[in-house]
């Protein structure tokens, strides 16, 4: 539940706040977040440190907490999951959709962005012409691309695609730099057309996710992100 300082006066006023059973009407009231229930207008209001938010990102939407030109993913979150202090927990480009993990935990997302703890990000990729065995072997390998060095990455062909004529392949990067996955491929004369991640570590987005749909993140989850 969010509310502005005014609608929380509010509800002191109207006698709605109630702790442990007992109505209160001061703001000042201290509270134990482990031990003590607090309900307002009937509803039980459960605190939480962080909260941990899976959003199946639609194209056009950027990966940020504000900009001045276009649509962030902040500014489509849902009301009910808004909070003080939530940001991306890393980028997916402009026209590029799937998961994007929403937090308000700064030691989390850094852990899980550190290529230091190898979190696999997976994407499935869209491109007009077929991965050669020579392709294969740079992404396999690792590549170097204008002085720059990229670990192996896992690639997987998935099908070809019947309505827009595009081969789709699934990628595994332990990395995120600047648009990895596009450059990758770029080096092998082959433009991504499509891009979508899919899952971080071994949590997959929930298909019952529309585009701009989002969802809290369960702790049974979040072990399968970062153990």
């Known amino acids: 539940m969010n509310i502005s300082r005014t609608d929380a006066k509010r509800l002191l006023r109207q006698n709605s706040v109630f702790v442990n059973g007992k109505a209160v009407s001061k703001a000042e009231i201290s509270v134990d977040t482990d031990k003590d229930s607090v309900t307002v207008s009937g509803k039980e209001i459960v605190y939480k440190k962080y909260i941990y938010i899976m959003m199946n990102k639609p194209k056009g939407v950027v990966s940020a907490t504000e900009d001045g030109r276009d649509i962030t993913v902040l500014d489509i979150l849902p009301e009910h999951l808004r909070r003080n202090g939530l940001f991306p927990a890393g980028r997916l480009d402009k026209d590029t959709t799937g998961f994007v993990l929403i937090t308000d935990d700064g030691a ?120």
Do not use: C, W
């Open 108 to 227: 989390f997302a850094h852990n899980m962005l550190s290529p230091a703890h190898h979190i696999e990000k997976t994407y499935t990729v869209g491109i007009e012409e077929k991965v050669t065995p020579e392709d294969e072997k740079r992404f396999f390998e690792g590549m170097e691309i204008g002085g720059e060095l990229f670990r192996p990455a896992k690639l997987r062909f998935l099908y070809r695609a019947d309505e827009d004529k595009l081969y789709y392949y699934e990628i595994k990067i332990t990395e995120g730099r600047y648009h990895q996955i596009k450059r990758m491929f770029a080096s092998t004369g082959k433009p991504v057309i499509e891009l979508r991640r899919t899952h971080l570590g071994s949590l997959s987005l929930d298909s019952a996710l529309k585009p701009g749909e989002a969802r809290e993140i369960t702790e049974i989850e979040l072990k399968k992100i970062l153990p």
